[in-house]
């Protein structure tokens, strides 16, 4: 079983739920930057929330399905296509040996996910099957997809029920500006007074640098009491380096383990799948929260993925036993009519159940 790269999109990487347990010798987790969109789309294909799939920046590509499969994609709408024939968003689909996948341009945000049903095999790399781009290992042999790779896709084990039942509301990108919840600190107390002012009051723009490690963050600069450099500490996805510039630097999937830039806040873990939906031009403002309220957000979020998980598997989507197991009806008298309404002419066929008065 495998998929086909026919055109590879922009950047296409292989990413499961990431590479935990390594900052200390310098490797990020890596993973996805929508890790809400990337479970969401691995929940609704049968899979565990965190197997291997596909994310796609900006324009998603084509892919052909070698064998049967059920897919899901979810994240940004680039518009997905099988045969020529427009396809769902957030629901799993069922698609045939030969089918063709094929995805544009994001019509807002920026990236999309393909979850497969058994996941993609590639081999782990430090417990994880994520790639990591930047430093070109992990994934698809370290790198992002190319015209004519073939990607295994894992054993399943067993086929889903009725996967056509499977579905889940859309995640809703935000337009205009994206407000980011943050915890302040660890440096806040090496910024003035004004400088907090300015980051919590001010609206910046994401620049034309901005990847898979992070996003640089154009506005008003924020104001240090001396200097922007610390002795090197942890960094973490979330974390907002500011450098003597003034201006933010937003740490991404791929983010270095250590830096010695003044952290002013970190992003909430819930509010993460938002930076990876962010391109040059987006704008975004910050909102100080306190560490209680992150940490419910947080558990909110752990439950609405467990509540999806009950919810798409849940027998009650299924036909019924009785449903399932009824007999076909044997039928005393069939007649087949023409009905006319409205000078509109109808096929219809009348038919009798046995030893019933049903018709």
């Known amino acids: 079983m495998a998929i086909k790269v026919l055109a590879p999109g922009i950047l296409t990487s292989v990413q499961d739920g990431g590479r935990k347990g390594f900052q200390q010798y310098g490797v990020s987790p890596s993973g996805p930057m929508d890790l809400r969109a990337f479970r969401t789309a691995n929940i609704l294909a049968g899979n565990d929330p965190d197997e291997a799939g596909l994310e796609m920046t900006l324009m998603g590509g084509e892919y052909q399905f070698l064998s049967p499969h059920v897919i899901a994609l979810t994240g940004a709408d680039m518009k997905p296509v099988i045969n020529g024939k427009k396809a769902d968003m957030y629901r799993a689909l069922s698609v045939n040996s030969g089918d063709i996948l094929r995805l544009g341009f994001a019509s807002a945000g920026c990236r999309c996910y393909l979850a497969v049903h058994g ?6 790399v430090m417990g994880s099957r994520s790639t990591m781009v930047g430093k070109q290992f992990g994934g698809y042999e370290g790198r992002k997809l190319q015209k004519d790779d073939l990607l295994k ?3 399943s084990g067993s086929a889903l029920p009725h996967p056509e039942t499977w579905f889940a509301d859309a995640e809703q990108i935000p337009s205009g500006v994206r407000t980011l919840r943050v915890i302040m600190g660890p440096q806040e107390d090496r910024f003035t007074e004004q400088g907090i002012r300015t980051f919590l009051g001010s609206e910046y723009t994401v620049g034309q640098d901005f990847d898979r490690q992070g ?11 001396t200097d ?14 500011v450098p003597g510039t003034g201006l933010p630097i937003l740490m991404a999937a791929e983010h270095a383990t250590v830096g010695g830039y003044t952290k002013i806040a970190t992003v909430i873990t819930a509010d993460l799948p938002l930076i990876g939906q962010c391109r ?7 909102e ?13 979020e752990v ?18 036993a009785a449903e399932a197991e009824r007999p076909v ?31």
């Open 119 to 124: 996941g993609i095999d590639v081999k782990p």
């Open 153 to 155: 896709v894992g054993d």
């Open 215 to 225: 996003y640089r963050l154009e506005g008003n600069k924020i104001e240090h009491k």
């Open 228 to 241: 922007s450099n610390i002795i090197s500490d942890g960094v973490v996805a979330g974390s907002i380096q």
């Open 280 to 286: 040059a031009g987006d704008r975004i403002r910050f």
């Open 288 to 300: 100080k929260v306190a560490v209680e309220e992150a940490q419910e957000l947080l558990v909110q």
């Open 303 to 320: 439950q609405r993925l467990e509540d999806l998980m009950k919810q798409v598997r849940d027998p009650s989507h299924l036909p019924a």
């Open 329 to 359: 009806p044997e039928y005393e008298y069939t007649k087949d009519i023409i009905l006319t309404i409205r000078g509109k002419a109808y096929d219809v066929r009348i038919q009798k159940i046995k030893d019933s008065e049903s018709y």
